[in-house]
């Protein structure tokens, strides 16, 4: 499948592209949004930072008209050694494109689909140690209960987590579509919206890679990157990652912690506005033509 980059046009608005400015393309992928990005640009540069390798090839062939960019395998939380090694300090935008790509998902050996089969992976580094793979066959109950409901927020967490346990005795869980075939037997029919193994899915891909806690960190540094006027753009696709940068992006507005009645005593000082009150989604035109896009959220926020 054809890698459609998610709400093209209005990261691109939202980034106030200078001509001759630096951006931060977080989550290369296949350089769609990039490549967006470089077309506006005349004596500014483009960084692009993918930790995952089969990225970094489709993003050099799809960028590779280019000469204005760095190229640059890492995970995303590494932004304060990526730019001190290149003698940068600020710069003029930094924007995320989170969850998995399409060729990611359509890339059985990866482990990420529950429809295709594939040994258990979900490692976006493929040099990370942990995989699905050692969770879901070494991990207790208790540990693997409470990741499928707090990274999937899984109603039926406690019954999938019991059948995985229970399966895993008799042979090794090795393979996605095992997974799949256990949680669907875990839920209820009565409850199986869309696919079963959705959720659970999530939460172990989201666990194995700590999605949640790097991109918190790295929007704490992202900020402290942005000259004034600059801003971060976050397009997410579940409800978990919208909350952090939801959150962190009202932080980062008002940091004053004092009691509303009070004078404040904290001397927080606010590093900028969030752009967009109301959340940003894709139009009916692209939610018709790009499968992907349906729960993407876009949030803005400038520097001051």
């Known amino acids: ?84 090694n290149l003698n940068i300090d600020l710069v003029d935008g930094i924007y995320f494109d989170l969850g998995v790509s399409s060729f990611q998902f359509d890339d059985k050996e990866r482990g990420f689909s529950y429809n295709k089969e594939a040994v258990l ?56 579509t095992q997974l799949s075939e256990i949680i669907k037997f875990a839920i209820p029919r009565k409850f199986q919206d869309k696919h079963p193994a959705k959720r659970t899915f999530q939460a172990l891909r989201i666990y194995v890679n700590d999605e949640l806690n790097v991109l918190e960190k790295s929007l704490d540094k992202s900020v402290e990157h942005l000259k004034k006027g600059g801003r971060i753009s976050v397009i997410s696709f579940h409800s978990l990652e919208d909350r952090i940068v939801k ?3 009202k932080e980062y507005e008002n940091p004053c912690t004092c009691p509303k009645n009070m004078p404040c005593v904290c001397h927080k000082v606010s590093k900028g506005k969030i752009i967009n009150k109301k959340v940003i989604i894709p139009s009916e035109e692209e939610l018709l033509n790009n499968n992907r896009a349906h729960s993407a959220k876009l949030r803005i926020f400038e520097r001051i």
């Open 247 to 249: 959150n962190k992006f």
């Open 121 to 176: 992976d979900m490692r976006m580094d493929r040099e990370r140690e942990l995989s699905a793979l050692k969770v879901v066959n070494e991990f207790s109950y208790e540990d693997i209960e409470e990741i499928i409901y707090k990274y999937g927020e899984e109603r039926f967490a406690k019954s999938i987590a019991r059948r995985i346990v229970e399966e895993r005795e008799k042979n090794k869980i090795t393979k996605t």
């Open 1 to 84: 499948m054809e890698h459609i980059s998610v709400l093209l046009n209005e990261l691109i608005d939202s980034l106030n592209i200078k001509k001759d400015g630096t951006y931060i393309d977080m989550t290369l992928c296949g350089g769609g949004h990039a490549k967006e990005v470089l077309k506006r640009l005349e004596g500014g540069l483009l960084i692009g930072i993918d930790q995952d390798d089969y990225a970094i090839e489709r993003a050099e062939e799809n960028l590779k008209d280019f000469t204005n960019k760095k190229i640059i395998k890492s995970n995303f939380e590494n932004i304060n050694e990526i730019l001190a």
